[in-house]
T-cell receptor, first 113, second 111 residues
Framework: NAGVTQTPKFQVLKTGQSMTLQCAQD?????MYWYRQDPGMGLRLIYY???????DKGEVPNGYNVSRLNKREFSLRLESAAPSQTSVYFC????????????FGPGTRLTVL | DAKTTQPPSMDCAEGRAANLPCNHS???????VYWYRQIHSQGPQYIIH???NNETNEMASLIITEDRKSSTLILPHATLRDTAVYYC????????????FGQGTTLQVKP
């Protein structure tokens, strides 16, 4: 199992450009999440999808859109990137049950100039 | 979900036990205590969680006080690879699985 994979690993954008961050999991988890982490800070939830076909806002959704393409894939789109969106973006999936733990991807390091 | 308070940083000697405290004085009866850690720039990793009883797994032990207002994560024999940011999170176990991260404790294990 690859677990949670994210692409790309690094990206540099200019202000106003758009891009989509991709996330996929092969663990058959129902729930998936997007977080951002600014330097020296904890992770903040952007959007999540409790199950295929549903999405909900987290703590910091402004400037982002998401798509739960299927059970495996959950993408995050920046329509018009701003320097304030410079951050590390983590995707996670969730296994309900005995452990109720989230599995995180390796992150995408995004810089907006 | 209840708020948690952790010290911003701690040091520990290699081979010794690392005891990381967490205060969650407003925890509700149906809220669990979760611990995750984040090793330099990687995605966070689940460590352990508990409701009332003390818990132990291959990575750590979790001690929850009887009134559940605080807890301690114990790494019994810390190694240099345990240097990381440790997050204590309190939440209701639910189907959505949302986690709200605080600032965490940066644990530095020293040789």
């Amino acid at each position: 199992n690859a677990g949670v994979t994210q692409t790309p690993k690094f990206q540099v954008l200019k202000t106003g450009q758009s891009m989509t961050l991709q996330c996929a999991q092969d663990m058959n988890h129902n729930s998936m999440y997007w977080y951002r982490q600014d330097p020296g800070m904890g992770l903040r939830l952007i959007y999540y999808s409790a199950s295929e076909g549903t999405t909900d806002k987290g703590e910091v959704p402004n400037g982002y859109n998401v798509s739960r393409l299927n059970k495996r894939e959950f993408s995050l789109r920046l329509e018009s990137a701003a320097p304030s969106q410079t951050s590390v973006y983590f995707c996670a999936s969730y296994r309900a049950g005995a452990y109720n733990e989230q599995f995180f991807g390796p992150g995408t390091r995004l810089t907006v100039l | 979900d209840a708020k948690t308070t952790q010290p911003p940083s701690m040091d520990c000697a290699e081979g010794r036990a690392a005891n990381l405290p967490c205060n969650h004085s407003t925890i509700s009866g149906n809220e669990y205590v979760y611990w995750y850690r984040q090793i330099h720039s990687q995605g966070p990793q689940y460590i352990i969680h508990g409701l009332k009883n003390n818990e132990t797994n291959e990575m750590a032990s979790l001690i929850i006080t009887e009134d559940r207002k605080s807890s301690t994560l114990i790494l019994p024999h810390a190694t240099l690879r345990d240097t990381a940011v440790y997050y204590c999170i309190v939440r209701v176990a639910s189907n959505t699985g949302k986690l709200i991260f605080g600032q965490g404790t940066t644990l530095q294990v020293k040789p």
